[in-house]
């Protein structure tokens, strides 16, 4: 599952993020590296290290982002399908019966009266 704010930015944007975010790692670590065991920095270094992580991690992020979302989609789906009725649309009796717990916790922490509506089901749906 996919954080939240993850899917609040979206797809592009987070492609967009991670690519500026390794290549900002990538030319820091070959700065310190160059600094600290050659003495100075050379524009070679640096060039390749802004040049991997677009060619290594574009299509790498890309795609690792795109299968996590359609994960993402996917689990939603199942979930919703675990819980409605393919025919009607209609929650079914555990969706129904986990949310009833949760008023009845809730009526309980809160001290407040649990009140629930009953309804009438006909007989050929109750089969």
């Known amino acids: 599952m996919l954080p939240v ?5 979206g797809k592009l944007r987070l492609f967009i993020l991670t690519n500026i975010i390794s290549i900002g790692l990538s030319l820091l670590l070959t700065l310190f590296l160059q600094t600290t065991l050659f003495g100075g920095i050379t524009l070679a270094a640096v060039i390749i290290s802004i040049l991997v992580p677009i060619l290594m991690g574009l299509p790498i992020s890309f795609i690792l982002l795109h299968l996590a979302f359609e994960l993402d989609k996917a689990r939603h789906h199942m979930e919703l399908l675990s ?5 009607t649309g209609a ?3 555990r969706h ?3 949310h009833m717990d949760q008023e009845i916790e809730r009526s309980r922490r809160y ?3 649990f009140r629930g509506n009953r309804t009438a089901i006909p007989e050929y749906a109750a089969q």
């Not at 704010?5 to 930015?9: D, L, N």
């Open 83 to 87: 819980i409605t009725d393919e025919l």
């Open 96 to 98: 129904f019966l986990q």
């Open 111 to 113: 001290h407040c009266v």
């Open 5 to 9: 704010w993850m899917r609040k930015i």
């Open 91 to 93: 929650y079914n009796r």
